[in-house]
């Protein structure tokens, strides 16, 4: 219940939608109530069962202006006193088709409101998941998460707007429904009617049966769908490497499997959810026969004060009481998988980062000393990556991070954006410890290249002043330029408006780096993050990268992964790495001298002809 409420909760402000659509609803059940109880006068017109007698006119004080019954018997009385029998019949016609008209009007608006509400909600929701997610931290974002996100915010919130708010409909209009239904049923007859409803508690209790496994099964449907949404994200952007391997037999057998699972837990729920249907139907028809055999009996026996009329209108109402007994039946078997996507996207939405400014966290607007890490170590789960690691990178340096690969480079180089956190040990900037400062205004200081270019569907311009505003072009090519990139987009079909294709796939290697290289520029930051940024490119790419990556190191601060060791010769510090432990640091010269692992590592790459 608690998850219904807040489901609904974005709904605000739901007096806005609620309190016209009370209004339009209640309006609704007494027209389409009123239709019913109009077969009674009709029918009696219709035989004859009318004679000619005097109605008093209801007195027009008070409430007695409400008093339609009394109004409405009046005037028929009127009609046949003076008219006669077809010109009554006309009038309760009449009265009968304006009913319908306002009760379908009312429905009408009563329908719309409660979409709008839909529609608001749903727009509230995905919102709201979409701006969490991308507030958390980056390790949140593994590979089978991907896929439950996508699912989450792709197709749940579509099922929990469906049955929220269409139980809610339910839990208004229905029981509004019911109840005037009940009350036009004992003003009919109050014996019929008790003996009739001993049968519906039996009737609830069957269908609560069939639809008791529902939650468990809706539950294992959305995750074996948020893995198939996984699989279909992980074969679209691999489809290159999948065909390469021969492996789409394998990846079909995967999706299949999924595919398969899913199939089977939804088959089993449609077997419950459409049992409840025809199970009900039958019911009321049993009852409906029970009704006319009893009532029946007493009709034509004359032992009740029931005309036949009446007792048609009776029937005629109660077969109508079904349907909204079978609405609230039915919304009780979707409601289940509303609230289990529910629970999953407010999951979702209630994850906290978990890495977070702290409350007294400032702001830094310059880089004037130094970065440290102090006795940093870090563990992926059980696995110690970085043990006790000490390191300065003192402003306008470059430091060259090398060793084998495994060895935690990318880990340490993360934690200077603090894209993690140590688990013991701390990272300052300029002497503050980095919890302490304003994680946004740190990141601006920091630019980032690695060896995937993460580009995106949009056209050069926007790649490379992404995420920013009021970016001239000539800011735009300048950076170009000095990434060594201006002169291939002045070759493309449109230069700088070249729309680059889905993660920059109408580019080389060596152009989508330099593209990421343009960005960093035009960041322009004081610090400079390069993840093994020419690994990836062949050798004459890697030499136009290269020189791009020396212009932009200049005059920065820079720390540099390189795979090849030729390239960071210059650098100024060199720290080796080898399983999260410094085992040497120094420039090329005393490193080659202190003939360690970095000797090694250059010996091994020159022997390699390098
Ligand atoms: P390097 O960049 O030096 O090659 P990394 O810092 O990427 O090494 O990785 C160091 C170790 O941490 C590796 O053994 C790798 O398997 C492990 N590792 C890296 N990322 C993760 C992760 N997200 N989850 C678990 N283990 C990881
Ligand atoms: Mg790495």
Redesign the pocket.
Known sequence: MKTYFRLLSFAKPIEKFAIPYVICTILYVFFSTAVLTLLIPLLDTLFNAHSQNTVVKPSGSGLSVLNLKGWFDYYLQYFVNSKGQWAALQFVCVVMIVAVILGNLFRYLAQRIMENLRIHTLLNIRRAVFGNVMRLHL?FF?NERKGDILSKIANEVQVVQYSVTGTLQVIFKEPLQLIAFLIALFAISVKLTLISLLVVPVAGLIIARIVKRLKSQAIAAQNSYSNLVSYLDEALSGIKIIKAFNATGFITTRFDEENVRYSKITKSMSKRQQLASPVSEVLSITMITFIVLYGGYQVIHNQSDLKAAQFIAYIGIFSQLMRPAKAIGDSFSTIHSGLAAGERILGLIDEKPAITDSANAVEVNDFSDAIRLENVSFA??D?E??KNVNLTLPKGKSIA?V????????????MLPRFIQPSSGRVTFDGQDIKNIKTDSLRSLIGFVNQESILFNDTIFNNIAFGKSNVTPEQVEAAARIANAHNFIMETDNGYNTNIGDRGSKLSGGQKQRISIARAVLNNPPIMLL??ATSALDTESEKLVQDALNNLMKNRTSLI?AHRLSTIQNADIIVV?ED?VVVEQGSHLELIEHNGLYRKLIDMQTFNAD
């Open positions: 390790g593994n992926y789960g696995r990556v970085l991070l060793g084998p690969s495994g060895g935690g480079k990318s880990t340490l180089m993360d993840d093994e992964i790495l999260g």
